[in-house]
Each structure stands twice: as structure tokens, then as C-alpha cells.
């Protein structure tokens, strides 16, 4: 191509009718939390995926912060999570004052390694938090096995897992509870916005509880209590009414999103195996269990210097591609606390994965442009 494009990271995709989403959560007379489009947001996923309860939050880090709550964590509890995630997934149960222990990622996939997770745990474990990344499952069988021996809890973090699924089954649907990110960088999005999923049939009620400040107050809008009052620990983790109007309509779309983002997906994958076949990257392995969600596009380069100078050559000419990750266990606030075991792995792929630009309204020709790029880089 003689030109150059300008490709960003992501672009939210939004739908004309989106603009109405205020109107119609006024028109429907509530624009607080638990609404009616609240209500609606739910159930579809409850009915869609077959999730005990669903409650929707202000993002994916309310939802695990709930998780947090609900799991009874105090202070002295040892939760296993991986290193290679965001800071949300660590955050929430550091607030309730447990050790975090970081387990190492599996070699070839960035999903926490369930050989470790059993090596980790100890009489003080209470729980287990894994995070699908990419949306590609992470062993839950295996997962669920180690949690059921040693009577833990196990939360997904599925921020990105959104619609993807570990032998058929939907992830976020397996551990306990399951927790999602409706982040404008997300599949489906309302700027900000999460949900909890509560598989636990024991949770179902006190999920609410603290859903609602720690009130009974939506039994009470149920008429299920004559008054509602103080009765657990709790907060304010309801969004507005209007999100859930904005998340609905992205809802009533998922099938449309999803074909299209998968698309992608597939074109990126099928268009790079000739570079990953010189040996000059690697693609995502998806492993026989899983399935490929549409979240993002990555590939790993051999070395952190070499995937800084690709950032550079496709930034020059105007292609938005990023890393991920910096280890959580070799923070700046976290390092003192680490036990100082190595996890090399980890490591890795916080050094050398490339993210490439993803979203819905990106064209096939800017796909092609964007892999004739990075061919070229490896060409120069």
C-alpha cells in the first residue's frame, strides 16, 4: 500500500440507537440502580447462559470486590491468583486484607497454571481466582478438582471472556461466582459497567444483601419484607439505569457483535500463520477445550526488545498496537510483599505479547494492512 493509515487500539462501537438510552431509561421512570433495563440485563444473562443470578455492577472491579465480600475473606486468608492480570483482580480481595500468592501462567497459554495453584495451597487458602485471558479459558475441570479437595472458593475473573466457553460450558458459569467487564474496550460495553455471576445457590440472597449497601431493600421492592433495613456488610455497587439502557441495546446486538468480532479474529490468525510458520512470531494457542470470543488479537514476539522495536516501526506507520500486563508480583507496590519466588512465564509474556488493533468497526482492509506491516517489519 503507497498510504498510511491511522488505525487506534479500539473504537467503541455505537449503535445510532444508543443516543436514546437516557430518553428510554427516563421514559421508563427510574435512571438509579436496579431499574427496569437493569432488570432486563440480567435476565438475559441468566436466561442466555444459565447463570444462577446476575447481578450488574459499575464495572468488573465491583463485581470481584463483591466476590471478595461474599467469599467471607479477612484478613490472614491466602487467595491464589495470577500475576499476569490487571490490578482489579488483586486489589479485591487485598482490601479485605488477605495474602495474595501469584501463581506462574501456564508456558504457551497466559492463563494461571493449575499445577502451581495445587503446589500454593496451604491450610490458610480460602480461594482461587483465575482469569480466562482473550477470552480463552483457563483448565476449570482441573481448577475445580483442587478447589473441591482443599474446600475452596473459586472466582473467575472473565472480564474478557464474555460469550466464550470451556467445553461448552460458558466461562464465568463453572467457579463460584464469575465476573465481567462491560469497559468500552470489552465486546459489548456501556463505557464502564460489570456484572457478578452467583453459581452458588448458598450466595444467592446475601449477594443481594451486599449488592444493596448491605440493606434488604430489593426484597422490600419485592414485597417480600414489610421494611427494609441494615442487615450485612454491603456497599453501592448498583449502576445507573441508563447504562443498563446502553448495555441492552448492545445485548439485543451480542449476535451481530460477536460474528463480526470472531471474523477478525479469524482473519488476523489465518493472515499471520505464514509469519508463525518462519518462526517469527507466535499466535494464541487455543487449546481443545476452549473457544475464541472475538476479545482481543495478540501474538508473542521472542524478546522484549524486539517487540519494543515492532510497537515503534507499526506506531510509524499508524497502527495503535500495545502490550499488556506488567507483573503484578514485581510491582512497585507489590514487590516487597512477594515471596520472591521467580515465575518466568509470567515474565515472558509481559515482555514480548503484542496486541494489535480490535474492534468491531475495523475493516478487513486495515486487517491486511496492518499484518502487510508487521511482515514488513520483520523484512526490513
Known sequence: MLFTMQIPFNKPYFPRTSMMAFYRAAKAGSMAGNGPYTRKCQRFFEERYGFRKTLMTTSCTDALEMAG???NIEPGDEVILPSFTFVSTANAFLLRGAKLVFADTLPDIPNINPKQIEALVTSRTKAIVVVHYCGIACEMDRIMEIARKNNLVVIEDAAHALDSFYNGKPLGSIGHY???SFHETKNIFCGEGGLLAVNDAASEKRAEIVWEKGTNRAAFYRGEVDKY?????????LPSDVLASFLYLQLKMLEKIQGKRIAHWNRYNSLLKPVEEKGLLKLPVIPSFAT???NMFYFTLPSREEREKMLIFLRSHGIMAVFHYLPLHSSTFFLDKHDGRELPFTDRFSDCIVRLPF???LKNREIDYI??????????
Open 292 to 294: 475464541v470470543n472475538g
Open 178 to 180: 464469575g465476573t465481567f
Open 229 to 237: 433495613g441494615w442487615v450485612d456488610k454491603g456497599s453501592s455497587f
Open 69 to 71: 465480600l461474599l467469599t
Open 359 to 361: 474492534y468491531y468497526g
Open 371 to 380: 499484518v502487510e506491516m508487521v511482515g514488513r517489519f520483520f523484512n526490513q
